[in-house]
Protein backbone atom coordinates (compact mmCIF):
# COMPACT_ATOMS: atom_id res chain seq x y z
CA UNK A 1 0.00 0.00 0.00
CA UNK A 2 1.20 3.10 -0.80
CA UNK A 3 1.44 6.48 1.70
CA UNK A 4 -1.20 8.20 0.00
CA UNK A 5 -3.87 5.10 0.73
CA UNK A 6 -1.95 4.54 3.96
CA UNK A 7 -2.84 8.89 4.69
CA UNK A 8 -6.55 7.90 3.89
CA UNK A 9 -6.91 5.48 6.43
CA UNK A 10 -4.44 7.47 9.08
CA UNK A 11 -7.66 10.27 8.00
CA UNK A 12 -10.55 7.99 8.29
CA UNK A 13 -9.33 7.55 11.95
CA UNK A 14 -9.09 10.96 12.34
CA UNK A 15 -12.42 11.88 11.04
CA UNK A 16 -14.02 8.57 13.43
CA UNK A 17 -15.76 7.02 9.71
CA UNK A 18 -15.02 3.73 11.07
CA UNK A 19 -17.51 1.68 8.82
CA UNK A 20 -15.96 3.56 5.70
CA UNK A 21 -12.90 2.31 7.28
CA UNK A 22 -14.09 -1.35 7.59
CA UNK A 23 -15.16 -1.03 3.74
CA UNK A 24 -11.18 -0.49 2.74
CA UNK A 25 -9.82 -2.64 5.34
CA UNK A 26 -12.39 -5.61 6.37
CA UNK A 27 -9.33 -8.19 6.02
CA UNK A 28 -7.20 -6.35 9.08
CA UNK A 29 -10.42 -5.35 11.16
CA UNK A 30 -11.97 -8.54 10.96
CA UNK A 31 -8.62 -10.29 11.93
CA UNK A 32 -7.52 -7.59 14.88
CA UNK A 33 -11.36 -7.98 16.50
CA UNK A 34 -11.47 -11.80 15.97
CA UNK A 35 -14.83 -10.93 13.98
CA UNK A 36 -16.08 -12.14 10.41
CA UNK A 37 -18.26 -9.88 9.25
CA UNK A 38 -19.47 -6.06 9.17
CA UNK A 39 -22.85 -6.32 11.29
CA UNK A 40 -20.29 -7.83 13.97
CA UNK A 41 -18.40 -5.23 13.33
CA UNK A 42 -21.12 -2.80 13.82
CA UNK A 43 -21.90 -4.56 17.23
CA UNK A 44 -18.62 -3.96 18.28
CA UNK A 45 -18.79 -0.04 17.30
CA UNK A 46 -22.34 -0.04 19.48
CA UNK A 47 -20.61 -1.17 22.67
CA UNK A 48 -17.15 0.27 21.76
CA UNK A 49 -17.20 3.70 20.08
CA UNK A 50 -14.08 3.55 18.19
CA UNK A 51 -10.71 1.25 17.55
CA UNK A 52 -7.83 1.59 18.40
CA UNK A 53 -5.12 2.91 15.28
CA UNK A 54 -2.08 2.17 16.64
CA UNK A 55 -3.07 -1.08 17.23
CA UNK A 56 -5.02 -1.52 13.58
CA UNK A 57 -1.44 -0.73 12.33
CA UNK A 58 0.27 -3.45 13.98
CA UNK A 59 -2.48 -5.78 12.58
CA UNK A 60 -2.17 -3.95 8.87
CA UNK A 61 1.45 -5.04 9.09
CA UNK A 62 0.73 -8.90 10.05
CA UNK A 63 -1.95 -8.96 7.00
CA UNK A 64 -0.04 -7.02 4.68
CA UNK A 65 3.11 -9.80 5.79
CA UNK A 66 5.25 -7.24 6.52
CA UNK A 67 5.59 -8.79 10.44
CA UNK A 68 4.48 -11.96 11.98
CA UNK A 69 1.74 -12.31 14.25
CA UNK A 70 2.28 -14.83 17.18
CA UNK A 71 -0.46 -15.62 19.56
CA UNK A 72 -0.11 -15.62 22.91
CA UNK A 73 -0.48 -18.98 23.53
CA UNK A 74 0.74 -20.07 20.61
CA UNK A 75 3.13 -22.65 22.88
CA UNK A 76 5.94 -23.84 20.29
CA UNK A 77 6.88 -21.33 17.67
CA UNK A 78 10.13 -22.08 16.59
CA UNK A 79 9.19 -23.35 12.80
CA UNK A 80 6.81 -20.12 12.20
CA UNK A 81 9.29 -17.77 13.36
CA UNK A 82 11.88 -19.40 11.51
CA UNK A 83 10.12 -19.26 8.28
CA UNK A 84 9.28 -15.73 8.64
CA UNK A 85 12.64 -14.32 9.38
CA UNK A 86 13.90 -16.72 6.61
CA UNK A 87 11.64 -14.85 4.49
CA UNK A 88 12.74 -11.30 5.50
CA UNK A 89 16.29 -11.35 6.05
CA UNK A 90 19.29 -12.20 3.42
CA UNK A 91 20.88 -15.91 3.67
CA UNK A 92 23.82 -14.47 5.68
CA UNK A 93 22.48 -12.61 8.02
CA UNK A 94 20.03 -15.07 8.82
CA UNK A 95 23.10 -17.75 9.03
CA UNK A 96 23.99 -15.46 11.89
CA UNK A 97 20.78 -15.94 14.03
CA UNK A 98 19.60 -19.41 12.90
CA UNK A 99 21.18 -20.92 16.28
CA UNK A 100 18.78 -18.93 18.16
CA UNK A 101 15.74 -20.06 16.63
CA UNK A 102 15.28 -22.98 18.62
CA UNK A 103 12.70 -24.20 21.30
CA UNK A 104 10.66 -20.74 20.56
CA UNK A 105 8.00 -21.28 23.28
CA UNK A 106 5.26 -18.40 23.91
CA UNK A 107 3.29 -18.70 26.92
CA UNK A 108 2.15 -15.36 28.12
CA UNK A 109 0.83 -16.90 32.04
CA UNK A 110 3.84 -19.40 31.73
CA UNK A 111 7.40 -20.28 30.01
CA UNK A 112 7.64 -18.07 27.61
CA UNK A 113 10.96 -17.83 25.66
CA UNK A 114 10.29 -15.59 22.72
CA UNK A 115 12.01 -12.32 24.17
CA UNK A 116 15.11 -13.86 25.28
CA UNK A 117 15.64 -15.44 21.80
CA UNK A 118 14.67 -11.92 20.02
CA UNK A 119 17.18 -10.44 22.58
CA UNK A 120 19.58 -12.96 21.35
CA UNK A 121 19.05 -12.51 17.99
CA UNK A 122 19.51 -8.68 18.24
CA UNK A 123 22.85 -9.03 20.19
CA UNK A 124 24.25 -11.37 17.17
CA UNK A 125 22.50 -8.75 14.28
CA UNK A 126 24.12 -5.81 16.32
CA UNK A 127 26.87 -5.03 13.39
CA UNK A 128 24.28 -5.43 10.63
CA UNK A 129 21.72 -3.02 9.15
CA UNK A 130 18.64 -5.18 10.71
CA UNK A 131 17.28 -5.42 14.02
CA UNK A 132 14.56 -7.66 15.31
CA UNK A 133 11.27 -5.89 16.66
CA UNK A 134 9.00 -7.68 18.92
CA UNK A 135 6.07 -5.63 20.00
CA UNK A 136 3.31 -7.11 22.25
CA UNK A 137 -0.64 -6.26 22.48
CA UNK A 138 -3.65 -7.03 24.98
CA UNK A 139 -5.73 -4.61 23.66
CA UNK A 140 -8.64 -6.66 21.72
CA UNK A 141 -6.96 -10.24 22.67
CA UNK A 142 -5.37 -11.81 26.20
CA UNK A 143 -2.22 -10.99 24.47
CA UNK A 144 -0.36 -11.01 20.71
CA UNK A 145 3.52 -10.50 19.60
CA UNK A 146 3.98 -8.65 16.28
CA UNK A 147 7.74 -9.61 15.27
CA UNK A 148 8.89 -7.27 12.55
CA UNK A 149 12.32 -7.15 10.85
CA UNK A 150 13.54 -3.39 10.67
CA UNK A 151 16.42 -1.68 9.04
CA UNK A 152 18.93 0.53 11.44
CA UNK A 153 20.19 2.23 8.50
CA UNK A 154 23.97 1.68 9.18
Known amino acids: MNSSEKQYIHTLFETGNFLELYQVQAETINEMLSIDNRQEFEDFLESEDFIEED???LHYAAVQGESLLIGGYEEDVTRKIADF???QLPEDIFCK???GLQEIYVDIDGED?????MDFCNQRLSDT????QLDFDDTYYAGVYFLSVKSTGL
Open 55 to 57: VFW
Open 85 to 87: LHQ
Open 97 to 99: IQE
Open 113 to 117: TLEEK
Open 129 to 132: DFLL
